[in-house]
Nanobody, 127 residues
Framework: QVQLVESGGGLVQAGGSLRLSCAAS????????MGWFRQVPGKEREFVAV????????YYADSVKGRFTISRDNAKNTVYLQMNSLKPEDSADYYC????????????????????WGQGTQVTVSS
């Protein structure tokens, strides 16, 4: 069993930055890939970014590429999402999730590939 707890959300003006954190406990954190997803009420949860077990491979949704950076610190059992140049359309609840694999080169944007989920942290970007 893995427990994931997100933090770092809040209210920020457009063009600003936030850094989200996801602290993991339970199973060996460094054994699996970690992803970030987001969801606006009434819409489907969508993929944002994923990082492999070692941090060596990352993938991003086109909508955040160049603005968001995912990273991890396996010594601290934590994955991060640095969000820069935020836009109002980035407003959503952000969730971290743990894959059951250490790395995948495809299907990393599919919710069904992730086994554990956090409760989410809200991000609001004002215009």
């Amino acid at each position: 069993q893995v427990q994931l707890v997100e933090s770092g959300g809040g209210l920020v003006q457009a063009g600003g930055s936030l850094r989200l954190s996801c602290a993991a406990s339970g199973r060996t954190f460094s054994s699996y890939a970690m992803g970030w997803f987001r969801q606006v009420p009434g819409k489907e949860r969508e993929f944002v970014a994923v990082i492999s077990w070692s941090g060596g491979r990352t993938y991003y949704a086109d909508s955040v590429k160049g603005r968001f950076t995912i990273s991890r610190d396996n010594a601290k059992n934590t994955v991060y999402l640095q969000m820069n140049s935020l836009k109002p359309e980035d407003s959503a609840d952000y969730y971290c999730a743990a894959d059951h694999l250490p790395y995948r080169s495809s299907n990393y944007d599919l919710l069904r590939e992730y086994v554990y989920w956090g409760q989410g942290t809200q991000v609001t970007v004002s215009s």
